[in-house]
């Protein structure tokens, strides 16, 4: 079946723009997070979905930092006034239910995304 | 607070084994194990879970020590398909329950042939 999908794959930017970096979890996954990815570094969490509300949201870094997840499925990250530092790999992940330690976390490709 | 992996990078021939270890300064619950290829998405290994066996899965296998809050991945008989980065997981939190992982730096293997 189809698995984790990020889109755009890239995208470049300007300092101080807006992005929308969008994620479409496993169907039928309830559980839904993102991560983001610097160079030689691993994954970095930033919040987690269950079904439509953010459960934790404590490693988005700044209130710059947005995500909506509106239906339960598809999950929207938002960053506002981009700053170079915010380049990197952002990774969704999905697992079929939440409240059981042993689920996996299925991970989509990311998406690069560069601040000139 | 984000586990310690160990070594930073291994460069092996093909058919040699290796072992990778993960190492917490908190109680673990279970241990999540990743291998990612360059430009790609980590690719899902095991779970490790507290009180649970030793995994395995194809040529690689991993244990998990409850006491000394680590687990260890092996991989025996390496093949080139094998390289990559290798990350470890753990809860963020010990109460359970699904929540996002704290990841390690990663260790990085070159398989040669």
């Known amino acids: 079946g189809a698995g984790v999908s990020q889109t755009p794959s890239n995208k470049v930017t300007e300092k101080g723009k807006y992005v929308e970096l969008r994620c479409d979890p496993i169907?039928?996954?309830?559980?839904l997070y993102w991560y983001r990815q610097s160079l030689g570094q691993g994954p970095e969490f930033l919040i987690y979905?269950?079904?439509?509300?953010?459960?934790?949201d404590s490693g988005l870094p700044n209130d710059r930092f947005f995500a909506v997840r509106p239906e339960g499925s598809v999950s929207t990250l938002k960053i506002q006034r981009t700053e170079r530092g915010d380049s990197a790999v952002y990774l969704c992940?999905?697992?079929?239910?939440?409240?059981?330690?042993?689920?996996?976390?299925?991970f989509g490709p990311g998406t690069r995304l560069l601040v000139l | 607070q984000q586990p310690v992996q160990s070594p930073q990078a291994v460069i092996l021939r093909e058919g040699e084994d290796a072992v990778i270890n993960c190492s917490s300064s908190?109680?673990?619950?279970?241990v999540h194990w990743y291998r990612q290829k360059h430009g790609e998405a980590p690719v899902f290994l095991m779970i490790?879970?507290?009180?649970?066996e030793q995994k395995g899965h194809e040529k690689i296998s991993a244990s998990f020590n409850e006491k000394k809050q680590q687990s260890s991945l092996y991989l025996t008989a390496s093949q080139l398909s094998y390289s990559g980065t290798y990350f470890c997981?753990?809860?963020?939190?010990?109460?359970?329950?699904?929540?996002?992982?704290?990841f390690g730096k990663g260790t990085h293997l070159i398989i040669q042939p």
């Open positions: 908190k109680a673990l619950y279970s």
């Open positions: 169907s039928g996954h309830t559980a």
């Open positions: 997981g753990t809860e963020r939190y010990s109460g359970g329950g699904a929540d996002g992982l704290t």
């Open positions: 979905f269950q079904g439509t509300g953010a459960a934790d």
């Open positions: 490790l879970l507290k009180g649970g």
């Open positions: 992940a999905s697992s079929l239910t939440s409240g059981a330690r042993q689920e996996t976390q299925y």
